[in-house]
């Protein structure tokens, strides 16, 4: 994996709850890949972003990266798990590899992982994408406390930043460190925010 972060709530506005932090390299990871900055947005379905549960529960992705994977968007990844992935992993800290897992999601009620078709395309050192929705059957809160983490074409992880819970409302990222164990030439650096809107409200 590329990066890992922990997820915070910190209220801005009425629409939501976001904070700012800064990507670092996945622990252990000695590459030479960067994320040098961007954003992470997560938004949450149902009527109420912190109790709805089973199907209703979904998270809402939009992002900007800049660096990262340059190859992501035209090598053939076809095949190759995780590739140019930015996924939810199990994990509660960016320390120990051996602690992070796999992807986070409701086993019970999907079999089907949903995190596999989440990936980014590069253009001009930057990759984006809007409103792009993961069906985890988990709600934000119980999303919080787990780590997010950017993958390189070859679907290694290259950048890690931890999750925790503070206000009601959203998920940032507090910090960013290496990933454990990683000796890639790549790296991120950068921002991962977190926000989560009442899905009543309207969209800006």
């Known amino acids: ?9 910190q209220v801005t506005d009425c629409d939501g709850l976001s904070k ?3 990507f670092a390299k996945y622990p252990g990871y000695t590459g030479s890949l960067s994320v040098t900055g961007g954003s992470v947005l997560f938004s949450q379905h149902g009527s109420d ?3 709805t549960q089973g199907s209703d529960a979904s998270q809402i992705m939009s992002y900007e990266i800049i660096g990262g994977d340059a190859s992501c968007g035209t090598a053939n990844v076809t095949g190759i798990a995780n590739a140019c992935g930015i996924h939810i992993h199990v994990g509660t800290n960016c320390s120990d590899a051996s602690t992070i897992g796999g992807h986070f999601w409701n086993k019970t009620l999907y079999s ?4 596999q078709s989440v990936m980014y395309a590069t253009a001009n050192g ?9 069906v985890t059957g988990l709600t934000n809160q119980e999303v919080a406390d787990r780590v997010v983490i950017i993958h390189d074409a070859t679907g290694a992880r290259i950048s890690c930043i931890p999750v925790s819970i503070g206000s009601p409302g959203g998920l940032v990222s507090n910090y960013v460190v290496s990933y454990p164990g990683y000796t890639g030439n790549l790296s991120v650096m ?9 899905p009543m409200l309207p969209r800006s």
């Open 1 to 9: 994996a590329l990066a890992l972060a922990i997820l915070n709530w």
């Open 49 to 51: 972003a912190f109790s």
């Open 190 to 198: 950068g921002s991962l925010q977190f926000l989560q809107k009442d």
């Open 20 to 22: 700012q932090v800064d």
């Open 126 to 134: 930057k990759a984006s994408a809007t409103d792009v929705t993961i």
């Open 112 to 115: 089907t992982d949903p995190w």
